[in-house]
């Protein structure tokens, strides 16, 4: 259930005309040393909150819910429940030791010192720390990616993106206990075994598509823009069994805007016409050429 990852990615490098096809491969372990130096305020004291959250949120957690956050401390996910000792400090600058013999050019080297980037324009806010770009490497974003819903906790990443959701772009997820403030601390371990995400190049690969007995035309002397031959009885009554007036005409009008049942519709009509009707289009082309096609203008009801 849920959002799907990429499996595959094709890339262009520059001064190369070739595409490059990349494939999802294993997720592989490594260690990583994690040093933070240049202590500044953290993103929490950034917005105003001081030791009264803190102690407030552990007298919670000790207190009123005292068996579940024993429970959770249990299975190494104290950090969920209350602020770490050193919360106030966020590092400027963090060095990364990544100590890897690599001799494939597919892999990027992690180390490196990444700095703080105190920008509030983001989503991640200033839970950002950049590696410039140099010569032989390039640059480098070290994330906090959170969790939107909070069903489960944020996690520092690395990637080539400033987009925490481009998983197709993060090279590394440190683990979901770690900090930046931790980077601070020598009382927390600073080499951390981190995911690597691992993508190989595709030498050969085959694309597949389902046959159907679905016949996409335009024709020119006919009013419709497009049309689809083929569907059966079913796929029409799944189609308008949504509508409540389908049938009473001998044109079916789609129920796409009247509440939740129309989004089930638009679901099945995507998955049924929307990929042969562009792949049509982008073959052959529509009959209308709206390259000199005047506005008309929509007035208010």
Known sequence: RGKLSPCAMVRQCQRDSNLKWMVKSTNTNTPLSI?????????????????????????????????EYAAAVSHGDKRRWVYADNWMEWPEKIAIVDSREVDDSNVIVLGGTYVKVFCKQTFNQDACWIRRKTKGAPELYLLIKPDVSRVGPDVGIISTSTNHDDSTSILATLPHQWQPCDALNDKEKHELNVTVSTWIPLHNMSCFALKTDFIVESPKTDDALIKMLGLSEGVMADLCCRDDVSGSEPIVRLNIHRGAKAQQTVRRYNLLCAAPFLKYAAEYGLKYDLFDASWIPIEPK
Do not use: E, M
Request: proline share 3%; glycine share 10%.
């Open 35 to 67: 040093v933070g130096n240049n202590a500044v305020p953290s993103f929490r004291v950034g917005v105003g909150l001081t030791d009264v959250a803190a102690n407030s949120l552990k007298q919670h957690a000790t207190t009123v819910r005292k068996k």
